[in-house]
């Protein structure tokens, strides 16, 4: 137990800062500086992680950073401006979990009885790489007020309609904590987080090259 929980800590300290500098870096290229004025356009975890949220992912595999702030008055195309800046986080974590994969499968290759006990672990810190960056780009591309796939479904919403939307957003994220404890979400979930980490195996097969 304490040894899983090492491990998510070590991945969630690399995950989180990624996805929310991947957001501010975005906002930042298509206009707006807001996270950047706040310091957020950094991989600094301090300056990212939210305390219950990091708490939560410690215990349960599930939990969030502080959002970064974006003002879509900014970008030149608001709609537009907001459904990149939002795609950045999760494309991230994909890119991320790609990474873990690629590192997975080279690490792979070597004998298990070749590694040691510290070996092991570190098999393990790659495995869970992979499935917890998958974990937040799938959650996130939820097309659910405040997840990132609400900010790109707002493309093909009337922005009047979208922005209504946004005013009940903590409602709709209570709403999805409570969801993400059933059963039955959890095997939706990972439904289709079987189906990304499967598409990155594949995308994966060049190793094969190399005989890995």
């Known amino acids: 137990m304490l040894e ?18 991947a957001h501010a870096f975005a906002a930042y290229k298509l206009g707006d500086d807001t996270a950047y004025r706040m310091g957020r356009l950094t991989l600094n975890p301090l300056k990212h992680l939210d305390l219950f949220g990091s708490v939560l992912m410690l215990a349960t595999g599930f939990g969030w950073a502080k959002p970064v702030p974006i003002n879509p ?22 890119i991320l979990a790609y990474i873990f994969m690629i590192i997975y ?4 290759h070597i004998r298990p009885e070749h590694l040691n006990e510290v070996g092991m672990v570190i098999m393990q810190v790659f495995v869970t790489g992979v499935t917890i960056n998958v ?3 799938v959650f996130n591309l939820i097309p659910v007020p405040p997840l990132d796939g609400s900010r790109i479904f707002s493309l093909i919403l009337p922005e009047k309609t979208y922005f209504r939307m946004m005013n ?16 039955v979400f959890r095997v939706f979930m990972s439904f289709f987080n079987n189906l990304v980490i499967d598409a990155i195996m594949f995308l994966t097969n060049w190793l094969g090259i190399f005989g890995i």
């Open 135 to 137: 974990m937040l780009a």
């Open 105 to 108: 499968r080279i690490a792979n």
């Open 168 to 183: 009940y957003e903590r409602i709709s994220f209570v709403i999805l904590i409570a969801l993400s404890f059933l059963p």
């Open 73 to 94: 008055m900014n970008f030149k195309n608001r709609k537009v401006g907001f459904a990149l800046s939002a795609l950045a986080g999760p494309a991230s974590n994909l």
């Open 4 to 21: 899983q929980t090492i491990i998510y800590a070590v991945i969630m300290l690399i995950c989180f800062p990624v996805h929310e500098c």
